[in-house]
């Protein structure tokens, strides 16, 4: 299938923006790309190929065009993929001129505007008054190695426009790309937001030599944990079991490509938070969600036995170990 059309942009070059883009050319003729540096367009153009991500993906140049403007790749495109730090989304929005709200817009940052304690949705919303029908949440169990491997992944776009949401779906289906659509914005981020943050006490839980059968009762306890949330928050009908939600905390907590479990094993081990952060080549979301899902809770009182005992080794330099032997008498 060959969709024609120039108008989906992606906004970001990492590695999940690398994977969105490979999936993407799988039926779209040709893409827009934000780059914030012009160097690294240059040296993409020379490589073919990501300089700093997914290098073993090679694009074919002839079907991509490459911004450095995000004013210019906005106003030009009708569907914008978001795939980049939350922490950096408002410093490249707040230069955008062009109206967004008739665009498409597709979240697959999986993290929270600190800043401000708001989901994707929620902050292009107040931003930009973008109407949350036409939003959308990509959601996991996907890994961006994982794509790059062309190893069988499934995604679920979630959007309250369940049918604009089945569209991008084909977009990105493909022989290694299964695709399902949910209604649950609020609760699939919120999912892949909190998932991080399990993921990093996964990660401690690793580095101070907790093995498999703890985490095991730690992923138990941590879906529960999601489910508390999300259904005090958004209170709909869902079924925690699905991938969107078991499947996407299953894959951060236990893959090798999990850079929040790598965190929390940094932690885990003995590392400072700030020595932790230093060492990370790429951004760990579950550090920044950490913070602002302590802060939201404190509105609805949720049990949070896991995200409060990792936001209290990451903010208030609780000891890891002791931290972890306390969390342990509180699941079942």
Request: glycine share 6%.
């Amino acid at each position: 299938m060959n969709i024609s059309t120039n108008k989906v942009a992606v906004i970001g070059s990492g590695s999940w923006a690398t994977a969105l883009s490979k999936m993407l050319l799988e039926n779209v003729g040709q893409i827009n790309w934000f780059f914030r540096k012009k160097e690294t367009v240059e040296r993409f153009k020379k490589l073919k190929s990501n300089p700093r991500y997914l290098q073993s993906v090679e694009f074919d140049l002839d079907r991509i065009q490459f911004y450095t403007n995000i004013n210019k790749i906005t106003s030009e495109s009708d569907i914008l993929v978001l795939a980049v730090p939350s922490a950096f989304l408002p410093g490249i929005l707040e230069k955008v001129k062009s109206d967004l709200r008739h665009k498409y817009i597709l979240s697959g940052i999986k993290g929270i505007v600190s800043e401000e304690n708001l989901l994707m949705v929620e902050y292009l919303n107040k931003h930009f008054n973008v109407p949350f029908e036409n939003m959308g949440v990509i959601a996991g169990p996907c890994h961006a190695e994982e794509v790059a491997l062309e190893k069988l992944s499934y995604l679920t776009l979630a959007g309250l426009d369940e049918s604009k949401a089945a569209n991008f779906a084909r977009l990105v289906n493909c022989n290694y790309i299964f695709t399902s659509v949910s209604d649950d914005i609020w609760g699939t981020e919120y999912t892949s937001v909190i998932k991080n943050i399990i993921a990093i006490g996964a990660g401690i839980a690793h580095g101070l030599r907790y093995g498999d059968n703890f985490h095991a009762v730690l992923v138990s306890n941590a879906i529960r944990e999601i489910k508390r949330f999300v259904d005090t928050v958004h209170p709909i009908n869902r079924d925690i079991k699905d991938s969107a939600y078991l499947g996407d905390l299953m894959v951060t907590v236990y893959s090798q490509f999990s850079r929040n479990r790598m965190f929390g094993t940094m932690i885990g081990k003995g590392y400072s938070v700030k020595n932790a952060i230093l060492d990370m080549d790429m951004v760990a979301e579950g550090y920044y969600a950490s913070k602002s899902i302590y802060e939201i809770n404190k509105k609805y009182g949720v049990s949070m036995p896991i995200s409060e005992a990792v936001y209290r080794i990451l903010y208030e330099n609780a000891s890891p170990k002791r931290e972890i032997e306390r969390l342990t008498k509180k699941l079942t």
